[in-house]
């Protein structure tokens, strides 16, 4: 059958393929929630894209459809070429796209027709869920049957960080919508707000993260050409990261009455979060000593190193923002959104796209469509994502303060129109730069001139 044709690489065409498209759908539904803060009526109150609506259909469309298609796109590349044997099944390979994309096709129909769970990242409602269980069941098993077969003795950490972030993300997945409670997908009162963070953590933290690290971890040596420069603090970084992210959810309901003892250990794993944070990136940094230039010449690495320092921005962000001192001010509002994306596009949407561009002209044999339009887009996203950084941080320490002085939510509105529209403005540059990466990375899968011989 022609949609789950077998060819080289297959597999990651298709999810590199799949991101573009809902990286362009995904700014747009997030363009079009930023219209609606500005301008309520404008768009009429359509039942379908309302503001608590098209909300988690943006959040879930860039979270799995842009980010994690890329992602888990790399994945299929990193593993067989890190073991030297070809993936188990570029067949399977399809299905698990196929099967993830209707996750994400699906998730958006319902949503937009009203069907939601109400938990914040965990919004598709039961027969979604299955389809992501699915489809992540087949990409873990499909990868270990490669693994099984290995030519290459020797696990780079790459294949650690993949393999954590399959089994990780399945299991907080499956606890974090509460698949065995079909009907609701969710407990009942303040457990499930735990179990509801625990899971929106989660997804960040066990999902996102160790995906994009290992995706660092796999380009920045070889852009740089120097070797990691330490195994060991690479395997400090994974199994800190385990141990440590898996339980500081609660970080997020902090005014909640959960057990004062939760919040504690919450509290105190994200300061401890600096760990694995700095094993990676101390790890990742003193391999390129001296060596950016190299980077900075690869389209594909410099993606990859700007990931990294957004990384650094958002991990000093987070434990600092965990503090109740701190939370007074920064929760409930823009401030956490600017968080929300430093770290899912600064870092891990970043470092998606880096893996896209480095490995694209590998697996096509050809070089890309073209570099000067990725270059662009690097740009047009890196200048977004700071726009977004300093816009709703304005906009969040106001509300913060105002509210902190007794000033009520709505008289607050008024004060950050301002930045909603600069928001709104800044957006376009990202939304622009995902039209142009569709368009790139389309015709660097298929739109060749022949002739023209990998770089
Ligand atoms: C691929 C790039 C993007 C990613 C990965 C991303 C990710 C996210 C995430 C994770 C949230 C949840 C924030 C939270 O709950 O704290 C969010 C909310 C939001 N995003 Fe994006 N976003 C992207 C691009 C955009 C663009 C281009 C716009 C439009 C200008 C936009 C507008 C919004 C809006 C309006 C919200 C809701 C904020 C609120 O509830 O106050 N996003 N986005
Ligand atoms: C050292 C690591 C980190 C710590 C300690 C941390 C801490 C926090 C805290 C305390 C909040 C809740 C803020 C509030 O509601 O007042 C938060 C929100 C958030 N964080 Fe982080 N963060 C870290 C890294 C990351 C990374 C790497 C990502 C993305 C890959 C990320 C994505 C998010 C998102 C999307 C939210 C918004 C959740 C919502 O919708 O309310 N964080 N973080």
Redesign the pocket.
Known sequence: MELLREEPHGTTKAFYLSSAVW?VF??LA??T??VQ?IAPELLGNIPWIVFGRI?PI??NA??FG??GSALIGSAHYLVPTLVRTPLYSERLGKITVWLWNLAVVLGTLTLSLGFSQNR?YAEWIWPVDVIVMASLGLGFYNLLQTVKRREEEILYVSVWYIFGAFVFTAFIYFFGNAMWNPFTGSITGIPDGILAWFYGHGVVGLFLTPFAVAIAYYIIPITCRAPLYSHSLSLLGFWSLLMIYTHIGTHHILQAPTPTWLKVIAITGSIAMLVPVAAVLINLWLTMRGRIPYILGDTGGKFVLAGTVWYLLTCIQGPLQALPVVQRITHFN?W??A???M???GFS?IIALGGIYFILPRITGRPLHSKFLADMQYWLVLL?MSG?FTVLTAAGLIQGHGWLNGETVYRMLPEIHPYMVL??S???L??SG?FIGLYNIYMSLYGFKTGRKAS
Request: charged share 10%; glycine share 20%; aromatic share 8%.
């Open positions: 990286m995904g700014t997030g363009f929630g930023a803060l909300r943006h959040t860039v979270i842009f980010v914040e823009n956490v959104v968080h929300a994306h770290g899912v596009l949407g977004g977004f928001r709104l800044v957006g376009i990202i939304v995902a």
